[in-house]
């Protein structure tokens, strides 16, 4: 063999398996389009327009404007963890008895700092 040879043979091995790995990309490619044909065929199909979800008789629901208030933690001798407590761990709330928002005074403690005079 002679070294023109050798370097056509090393060529087409190259070409030869950059064909072989794009034939295998495409083949994987093919699989996963059918196999995602598969799964798309098993999934329900979508509600039909008398399946779908409607109106309440008494209209929308609107929304509840409340101010809540927390209950009180259980008082005792020993420190309760959260699944001793009522609502298991989730602090429940109750509807306040003043329909007025909280505000904040003037000088007490709020969003930002110590509660200081606030440059007042």
């Known amino acids: 063999m ?18 072989a790995a794009g034939v295998v990309i495409v083949a994987v ?5 059918v196999l ?6 098993r999934e ?3 509600p039909r327009p008398d399946e779908q979800p409607r109106l309440p008789d ?8 409340e101010n809540r208030e927390p209950d009180e933690v259980p008082r ?3 420190r309760l963890t959260p699944h001793e407590l009522p609502g298991h761990g989730n602090s429940p709330t109750r509807s306040a008895p003043s329909k007025q928002r ?12 110590s ?6």
């Open 2 to 19: 002679n070294s023109a040879s050798m370097v056509f043979a090393a060529g087409s091995a190259a070409a030869l398996g950059l064909i």
């Open 29 to 33: 490619l093919i699989g996963a389009f």
């Open 36 to 41: 995602g044909a598969r799964i798309r065929r």
């Open 44 to 46: 329900p199909a979508p």
């Open 58 to 65: 008494e209209g929308p629901v609107r929304e509840l404007l």
């Open 76 to 78: 005792g001798d020993r």
């Open 102 to 113: 909280p505000r904040w005074s003037g000088g007490s403690s709020g969003s930002y700092g």
């Open 115 to 120: 509660g200081g005079s606030g440059g007042r």
